[in-house]
């Protein structure tokens, strides 16, 4: 059964930081890649941030700069770093993990409940 725990959302005043992580137990799969993406009201889910079992990264153009993903691998954990945060990185927050199936070999994405950030003065 894969379970995720989600933690670190909240409210922060312009120019705050937060740090989410999420935690994913696993069994019977191996971890591809895992990140983070977000959707606002209204607005369909897109990608924040990725990070591959190698350790490849890759960030959406907006948060170049201000947000950093990390991953600690013993503890199956992936972590999103914001800082200088702006009304527009208000969302619900979703951690994603790519996981293959070390009898099928299949991939899954599988996904977090959300965690909120609202970024308000």
């Known amino acids: 059964q894969v379970q995720f725990v989600e933690s670190g959302g909240g409210l922060v005043q312009p120019g705050g930081s937060l740090n989410l992580s999420c935690a994913a137990s696993?069994?019977?799969?191996?971890?591809?890649?895992m990140g983070w993406y977000r959707q606002a009201p209204g607005k369909q889910r897109e990608l924040v941030a990725t990070?591959?079992?190698?350790?490849?990264?890759n960030y959406a153009d907006s948060v170049k700069g201000r947000f950093t993903i990390s991953r600690d691998n013993a503890k199956n954990t992936v972590y999103l770093q914001m800082n200088i945060l702006k009304p527009e990185d208000t969302a619900v927050y979703y951690c994603?993990?790519?996981?293959?199936?070390?009898?099928?070999?299949?991939?899954?994405?599988?996904w977090g409940q959300g965690t909120q950030v609202t970024v308000s003065s």
């Open positions: 994603n993990a790519r996981l293959q199936s070390i009898v099928t070999k299949r991939t899954y994405d599988y």
């Open positions: 696993r069994s019977m799969f191996s971890i591809v890649a």
């Open positions: 990070i591959t079992s190698g350790g490849m990264t």
